[in-house]
């Protein structure tokens, strides 16, 4: 299964609603994770099952979609949030999106 | 607290071998499967292999396939992965990933990564 992430970079304002999204190649019902990493970091889980908040994370971070479309959504981007985002499908081997690196001008 | 932590990254010529760690805590490991995702320089992330508890059943990526071989050693907490035949574009900082919920692969806990450099 390919995976489709876009965009690939972008700039936006504190406050900013951002949105990133994911498309599968084939159907692969909710089996569809967000990671956040920072340079340097390890990757940390926002988002699991395309909308389940992982435990600790802000609630201005959520997800959404079913079959081959997906969203990531920072509802209101705040400085601590720039790092490249990626979605992680599930099917019979794991496989990431291309990533999104978000900019908080 | 659980905790990763891989180490074994080095500097190896084209051709050569290497052997990464990736000791973990504060969980019962021999209940959790365990990958091994990579990010070259300037790329993305890529998952390379993954390892069943219990069974040990593994799973690699089309691109390390017959030249990485994941293990683990559940006494020792720890899980490997053996670097064969490496090439230059098998540089890449080395994770480890905790798979909370296998198969679904949510990895839910990483650790800090390990550089492998292939260069002559």
């Known amino acids: 299964i390919q995976m489709t992430q876009s965009p690939s970079s972008l700039s936006a304002s504190v406050g900013d609603r951002v949105a990133i999204t994911c498309q599968a190649s084939?159907?692969?019902?909710?089996?569809l994770h967000w990671y956040q990493h920072k340079r340097g970091e390890a990757p940390k889980l926002l988002i699991f099952d395309a909308s389940i908040l992982e435990t600790g994370v802000p609630s201005r971070f959520s997800g959404s979609g079913y079959g081959t479309d997906f969203t990531f959504t920072i509802s209101s981007l705040q400085p601590e949030d720039s790092a490249t985002y990626y979605c992680q499908q599930h099917d019979d081997i794991p496989a990431f999106g291309g990533g999104t690196k978000v900019e908080v001008k | 607290e659980v905790q990763l932590l891989e180490s074994g990254g080095d500097l190896v010529q084209p051709g050569g071998s290497l052997r990464l760690s990736c000791a973990t805590s504060?969980?019962?490991?021999?209940?959790?499967?365990m990958s091994w995702v990579r990010q070259a320089p300037g790329k993305g992330l890529e998952w390379l292999s993954a390892?069943?508890?219990?069974?040990?059943?593994?799973w690699y990526a089309d691109t390390v396939k017959g030249r990485f071989t994941i293990s683990r050693d559940d006494s020792r907490g720890t899980v490997y992965l053996q670097l064969n035949s490496l090439r230059g574009e098998d540089t890449a900082v080395y994770y480890c990933?905790?798979?909370?919920?296998?198969?679904?692969?949510?990895?839910?806990?990483w650790g800090q990564g390990t550089l492998v450099t292939v260069s002559s």
């Open positions: 390892i069943r508890a219990g069974d040990g059943r593994t």
């Open positions: 504060g969980f019962s490991f021999s209940n959790f499967a």
């Open positions: 084939r159907h692969i019902t909710n089996q």
């Open positions: 990933a905790r798979d909370r919920d296998f198969p679904k692969d949510v990895f839910d806990f």
